[in-house]
């Protein structure tokens, strides 16, 4: 074996070594209702451990800990949010106890519409943490109003309003789960304009010029992933143009984001009504992504509505 061999399998070694002694720490926040609690369970299903309602001020302790216990705790989560009362205002100061200490860290924020929170709050019949006075959609704006500089620095924002728990677990598994965390995770989302926008976006692109298959009569039944409305959106001279600038645009962007530090991008495709356009050009999107070797999920928001 190589002298030069040796050295580079001694610092892969090296590197391996330095990996698993460092912390996995995922920090849960997001609006009331919207699924920390069960994004903790998931979580913890993968091997996390976890700590829900965690104070702001004790995260820094709480890091210390992980950072002193040399790997025997290599992954780890929190739920922070506004049921700390006035300690949550004190949540900026303590991420950057945590920068300081070199902690790596995602925050997960978990958000939904409000007309789905205020439906949750009256089925589950639990109290909205904040002050009684109001209704439940004023408190729920209010705490959307304190979260937005924690959303602001989200790592990752994922929109539960159209999420069964299955497919919350889908998303968690794909984004925490085993072999997870290296270069960045690119989610394609097709969705329909009149069901509204999808809260998790960073990238969104309009496909209601394109042809549309609904007014053809032999694609009208069909959906995105069929080859021949695939073929009407992104053949037509209009498709092509689009495809070439969607293309160019997506290239430049996605090593922007990933310079800038972020790990998961979300792109989202809309059309009127999420079944045609928006995801054949999505699964168009998906392939040519993928190609590149980036690693890309799929998800057809509204392919399935009536």
């Given at each position: 074996?190589?002298?030069?061999?040796?050295?580079?399998?001694?610092?892969?070694?090296?590197?391996?070594?330095?990996?698993?002694?460092?912390?996995?720490?995922?920090?849960?926040?997001?609006?009331?209702?919207?699924?920390?609690?069960?994004?903790?369970?998931?979580?913890?299903?993968?091997?996390?451990?976890?700590?829900?309602?965690?104070?702001?001020?004790?995260?820094?302790?709480?890091?210390?800990?992980?950072?002193?216990?040399?790997?025997?705790?290599?992954?780890?989560?929190?739920?922070?949010?506004?049921?700390?009362?006035?300690?949550?205002?004190?949540?900026?100061?303590?991420?950057?106890?945590?920068?300081?200490?070199?902690?790596?860290?995602?925050?997960?924020?978990?958000?939904?519409?409000?007309?789905?929170?205020?439906?949750?709050?009256?089925?589950?019949?639990?109290?909205?943490?904040?002050?009684?006075?109001?209704?439940?959609?004023?408190?729920?704006?209010?705490?959307?109003?304190?979260?937005?500089?924690?959303?602001?620095?989200?790592?990752?924002?994922?929109?539960?309003?159209?999420?069964?728990?299955?497919?919350?677990?889908?998303?968690?598994?794909?984004a925490f789960g085993p072999g997870t965390g290296?270069?960045?995770?690119?989610?394609?989302?097709?969705?329909?304009?009149?069901?509204?926008?999808?809260?998790?976006?960073?990238?969104?692109?309009?496909?209601?010029?394109?042809?549309?298959?609904?007014?053809?009569?032999?694609?009208?039944?069909?959906?995105?992933?069929?080859?021949?409305?695939?073929?009407?959106?992104?053949?037509?001279?209009?498709?092509?143009?689009?495809?070439?600038?969607?293309?160019?645009?997506?290239?430049?962007?996605?090593?922007?984001?990933?310079?800038?530090?972020?790990?998961?991008?979300?792109?989202?495709?809309?059309?009127?009504?999420?079944?045609?356009?928006?995801?054949?050009?999505?699964?168009?999107?998906?392939?040519?992504?993928?190609?590149?070797?980036?690693?890309?999920?799929?998800r057809h928001r509204d392919l399935h509505r009536?």
């Open positions: 074996m190589s002298a030069s061999r040796t050295l580079r399998e001694g610092e892969a070694s090296a590197a391996r070594s330095q990996e698993r002694g460092r912390v996995h720490f995922v920090l849960v926040t997001g609006l009331s209702g919207a699924g920390k609690s069960q994004a903790a369970h998931v979580l913890e299903d993968l091997g996390f451990f976890c700590v829900d309602n965690l104070p702001p001020t004790l995260l820094p302790r709480f890091a210390e800990l992980l950072l002193h216990a040399r790997g025997r705790v290599p992954r780890a989560a929190a739920v922070v949010d506004i049921r700390s009362g006035e300690f949550f205002e004190t949540l900026s100061e303590a991420l950057q106890h945590l920068d300081a200490l070199g902690l790596r860290y995602r925050i997960l924020f978990l958000d939904a519409s409000d007309e789905v929170l205020v439906r949750r709050f009256k089925e589950t019949r639990r109290k909205h943490p904040l002050a009684a006075t109001g209704s439940v959609l004023d408190r729920i704006r209010e705490e959307r109003r304190r979260l937005e500089p924690v959303r602001e620095r989200a790592h990752r924002v994922l929109d539960t309003s159209d999420m069964t728990p299955a497919q919350l677990r889908s998303e968690l598994r794909a290296v270069g960045l995770a690119v989610t394609v989302v097709s969705f329909g304009y009149k069901h509204g926008l999808p809260l998790d976006a960073d990238l969104v692109f309009d496909t209601r010029f394109l042809p549309n298959p609904h007014y053809v009569e032999s694609l009208r039944d069909r959906s995105g992933l069929d080859p021949e409305v695939r073929s009407y959106v992104l053949e037509s001279p209009q498709g092509q143009a689009f495809w070439r600038r969607m293309v160019d645009l997506v290239s430049f962007l996605l090593p922007e984001f990933e310079r800038e530090g972020k790990t998961d991008v979300t792109v989202a495709v809309g059309c009127t009504g999420g079944r045609h356009r928006s995801v054949a050009v999505a699964e168009e999107l998906v392939r040519m992504l993928r190609g590149r070797g980036y690693e890309v999920r799929a009536e």
